[in-house]
């Protein structure tokens, strides 16, 4: 397993923009594919985009145009550049990681074995 750490988050107001970093240590991220999920206090944890190990990428529909996945191998890093922002795109996001190359069924949660602690994003109407 690799063992993840998010920062970036903080307080935005709707229409601003902020950039989530997710560093990865104990294991490479090039034999994984990675995603950030995102949950409401007191509801299920959503998948918002994911990045496989060619760099093809996948977005949950809400956040489609808004929101860009990206990495950066050499510094084990994944980031998620979010614009637009919601008050709906609060909560506290994920970051998360599976030993798998492809896309597939990425926005099940069951299919990750490394999850981060989390970082709180609030945006403020």
């Known amino acids: 397993q690799v063992q993840l750490q998010e920062s970036g988050g903080g307080t935005v107001q709707a229409g601003g923009s902020l950039t989530l970093s997710c560093v990865a240590s104990?294991?490479?991220?090039?034999?994984?594919?990675m995603a950030w999920f995102r949950q409401v206090s007191g509801e299920v944890r959503e998948g918002v985009a994911a990045?496989?190990?060619?760099?093809?990428?996948s977005y949950e529909d809400s956040v489609k145009g808004r929101f860009t996945i990206s990495q950066d191998k050499a510094e084990n890093t994944v980031y998620l550049q979010m614009n637009s922002l919601k008050p709906e795109d609060t909560a506290i996001y994920h970051c998360v990681a599976r030993p798998q190359w492809s896309l597939d069924a990425w926005w099940l949660e069951r299919h990750y074995n490394s999850w981060g602690p989390g970082t709180q994003v609030t945006v403020s109407s």
């Open positions: 104990g294991n490479t991220i090039s034999g994984l594919s």
């Open positions: 990045i496989d190990l060619t760099g093809g990428t």
